[in-house]
């Protein structure tokens, strides 16, 4: 089996307390908001097709980030309530949302929202329609995110996570960037190469499955495209949780080769491709 390096840092950080969850991407929130792709439109419409979610639908977000999901559900009439546990994020998201009044964002983890509760016979009334997790799904522990995204939804409600797969220059040049991990940090190879993170989505296509909750599971992605400038496409690697787990010397010493391996092989903007995709399914009555 290949080392997977997010599942790693993802694992020691579930050893630990939600704090560090918490401030994990405090020092790159505004790198996040700025670099991070955006969900394209075409992949969306899969998805609202897919998802058949009923009109001003009643929709909870599991870590929201800086809002970048959370917009485009609310430009569709949905109501939300979106969870970020980061106090930055959280900030930036409401700054980004404050034109939509039907997003309610609260600073809070999914392990620690109270879920209305109904009456055993009848949903309770502020239950939700459908369930988005936005390249979040894997921060909330193992044992809760099934389990709870389901006790959270309406009879058939819909679950819906949405993946963005970190943008990647040509071959030639990303086989010039490897080398340059190969040299630092070995351990970051896959991540690179996008290899890891198309391991989890497998993964989390096997645990809906898995979990006996959900029924009617889809998978659909794309292929989209985004062009950075040096300065993001680093920054966009800065917000990688393999990336923030390097301590500071490795990663300067890193992100100087990486800065002119770009300049010499990409030049000082380029364009990058990306495997968008998504996860829809219906809850198990």
């Known amino acids: 089996m290949t080392d997977n390096c997010f599942e790693r840092i993802l694992n020691s950080i579930y050893e630990k307390d939600l704090s560090e969850k918490k401030s994990w ?3 790159v929130a505004q790198a996040y908001d700025r670099t991070r792709p955006r969900y394209p439109e075409a992949l969306l419409q899969q998805v609202w097709e897919l998802a058949q979610l009923p009109p001003q639908a009643r929709i909870l977000e599991l870590g929201c980030g800086p ?7 609310a430009e569709q009439g949905f109501r939300i309530v979106a969870l970020e546990p980061s106090p930055e994020a959280f900030a930036i998201a409401q700054h980004n949302c404050q034109s939509y009044p039907d997003i309610e964002i609260i600073n809070s983890t999914f392990e620690e929202y109270a879920i209305p509760q109904g009456s055993a016979s009848q949903c309770a009334p502020t239950s939700f329609d ?3 997790a936005a390249s979040s799904f894997h921060w909330v522990a193992p044992e809760i995110r099934c389990p709870k995204a389901a006790a959270a939804l309406k009879p058939q409600g819909k679950l819906i996570l949405l993946w963005n797969v970190p943008p990647q220059p040509n071959q030639a040049v990303c086989e010039a960037l490897r080398a340059i991990h190969e040299a630092h940090e070995p351990s970051l190879m896959n991540v690179i190469s996008g290899r890891d993170h198309r391991e989890n989505l497998t993964q989390f296509g096997q645990e809906l499955e898995d979990s006996g909750l959900f029924t009617n599971i889809v998978f659909t992605h794309l292929i989209a495209e985004k062009t950075y400038s040096v300065h993001d496409y ?3 690697l800065s917000t990688l949780s393999p990336y923030i787990a390097l301590d500071n010397q490795t990663r300067q010493n890193l992100f100087s080769d ?4 770009l300049l010499k092989t990409a030049g000082k903007i380029f ?3 990306f495997l968008a995709a998504a996860h829809v399914a219906q809850k198990r009555v």
């Open 234 to 236: 680093l920054a966009l």
């Open 258 to 261: 990486l800065r002119d391996t």
């Open 67 to 73: 809002g970048i999901a959370t917009t485009a559900f």
């Open 130 to 132: 459908g369930i988005l």
């Open 271 to 273: 364009p990058t491709t």
């Open 25 to 27: 991407y405090s020092t």
